[in-house]
């Protein structure tokens, strides 16, 4: 692999395979003096941790992180933290019918294309495991922003959005799907556990808005925080869209209805809309910034799909083993964690150039 690393000052870098004997994450450029403990860190492992009810893949694994470097008596000394965590639950036999063809979809062809070699087992590198990993890099990122509350959440599965009107931040922690929506989330239940019994998949929709971002981090050009976030977002797995502020819908607005209006306030300035999603020029206004990630259908179903052998065969294949039917619901906290190190790192860049 020719990349692993994410960040410029705040820089984490992953390591590791689903089905090897270990994941984890080095976590670089973290400031000194910061305290930290692995009790620190498991809560956000617990949310994204695979087998927790039936709507997610059935692996079990208790994601436990050990903090191997970098801390000296409950404090990071500034040199690189190292965070581990065991698999512990591998069934790779699951995967030997599938050594030699592709699955469409997932990024076998890819791999092998570019490598002439790939780990067929659950995916090596491209599965989803490896969020793991972000999740926990992405807890050592919160404690760089505390002034920084961020929340994530699936808004629509299947094309079935949430109403706007029934949001309700409680009901986040309330449900299996991380859905503000009750009524939703009611809804959601019968519509996913009907895909996972047939063994198909359904996309998702996950919303993430961090509050208390004050304005003027993020660099114009080559620096833009809203471009390091989507590509951040983008390099979480299955993920094929991201959306800051109005996204894609900016575009159907005129020029008075995206215009952000502005106006005296006591102690600074007030904004009355933000459709620019609290950033504008590549930088943060002050304003909630907001990103919304479409996640694919998990592509491991049970319908057969035609594909190829690496002999460039005809075949079909269906996909065994435990699978996600919808992964954008346990990709809720890789979202918040890669919302985490984005503005985590761009506090510690506008620290540099700007004191």
């Known amino acids: 692999m020719s990349w692993n690393t994410f960040g410029r000052v705040l820089r984490f870098t992953t390591w590791g395979e689903s089905h090897g004997p270990m994941i984890g994450a080095v976590v670089d450029g973290c400031p000194p003096g910061l305290a930290l403990s692995e009790a620190d860190i498991q809560p956000f492992l617990d949310a994204r941790k695979p087998g927790q009810n039936k709507f997610t893949t059935q692996r079990q694994e208790a994601d436990l992180v050990r903090i191997l470097s970098g801390v000296f008596e409950g404090r990071t000394t500034g040199t690189p933290l190292s965070l581990m965590i065991e698999n512990t639950d591998q069934r790779s036999k699951d995967y030997s019918e599938i050594a030699n063809t592709y699955r469409p979809g997932h990024a076998d062809y890819a791999y092998d294309a570019k490598y002439g070699f790939r780990d067929y087992r659950g995916g090596g590198r491209s599965s989803a495991r490896e969020t793991a990993s972000r999740v926990a890099a992405g807890a050592v990122a919160r404690l760089v922003i505390p002034e920084v509350t961020i929340i994530a959440y699936v808004a629509e599965i299947g094309g079935d959005a949430v109403d706007p009107d029934n949001f309700d931040a409680a009901e986040i922690q309330r449900n299996p799907f991380w859905c503000p929506d009750a009524a939703a989330a009611k809804r959601w239940e019968g519509l996913v556990d009907e895909a996972r019994k047939s063994g198909s998949s359904f996309g998702a929709v996950v919303e993430c808005v961090a509050t208390g971002v004050p304005a003027g981090w993020g660099a114009p050009l080559y620096a833009k925080l809203d471009a390091d976030l989507a590509a951040g977002m983008m390099g979480i797995n299955a993920v094929k869209g991201v959306e800051i502020g109005d996204g894609f819908a900016a575009a159907r607005l005129t020029g008075e209805e995206n215009a952000d209006p502005m106006r005296p306030a006591e102690g600074g300035t007030e904004f009355l809309a933000n459709h620019a999603g609290g950033i504008a020029g590549g930088i943060s206004t002050g304003q909630p910034v ?57 506090k510690l860049l506008h620290r540099a150039q700007c004191g």
Request: proline share 7%; with cysteine.
């Open 290 to 346: 907001l990103c919304r990630v479409a996640f694919k259908p998990t592509s491991s179903i049970l319908t057969p799909v035609d594909s190829v052998t690496r002999d460039g065969e005809a075949t079909q294949v269906r996909t065994k083993g435990r699978h996600d039917p919808c992964v954008g619901i346990r990709g809720t906290p890789v979202v918040e964690a890669m919302m985490a190190l984005v503005l985590a790192d761009h």
